[in-house]
């Protein structure tokens, strides 16, 4: 794990990491019916993310990746089946990252952000349509920015101080 995710306590790092298998049931069942297909496709995504993202995250989504699919049967089981409180209820714990997100360095943040919303993008397209086209419904178009997760940017510049 990164000096930056290193400095958050327990809970702060537990809640980083839950907000991932709570994205994709977020989205797969933004819909009303959480489909497999999403599931394992999100599986998938994190797993890769573990060693395929660069230095800044791919030791978060290593820890991501050790529990995921416990994670994931966990939370599908907890979460109510309608999609109404379902989605009320994990946007609420999705808000909670934005006071932990702003412990970590602006840039680190910003990727962190944008990770987040690709991974929703991927989830989100991995059922339906035809031939990979038109596969993003309209529920989860509504979400797939994460609009309860504040936007983190960072602008890289080269000069020195």
Known sequence: MTD???TLKEDDLRILTDAVPLIAILIAGADGEI?????????KVAHIRS????ADLKSFYAEVDKNYLGKLQHFIEVLP??????????S????EVNSIMAKLSPEVGAKLYKSFLSF????AKASGGVMGFFSVNKAEASLIGLPMIHPITFEHTDEEE
Not at 81 to 90: D, F, N, P, Y
Not at 120 to 123: I, S
Request: aromatic share 8%; charged share 40%; hydrophobic share 30%.
């Open 4 to 6: 930056q995710f290193n």
């Open 35 to 43: 489909d497999d297909e999403e599931l394992q496709w999100s599986k």
């Open 51 to 54: 060693y395929k993202m660069k």
């Open 81 to 90: 089946s309608g999609v109404t409180e379902r989605t009320k209820i994990i």
């Open 92 to 95: 609420e714990k999705l808000t």
């Open 120 to 123: 929703a993008d991927h989830v």
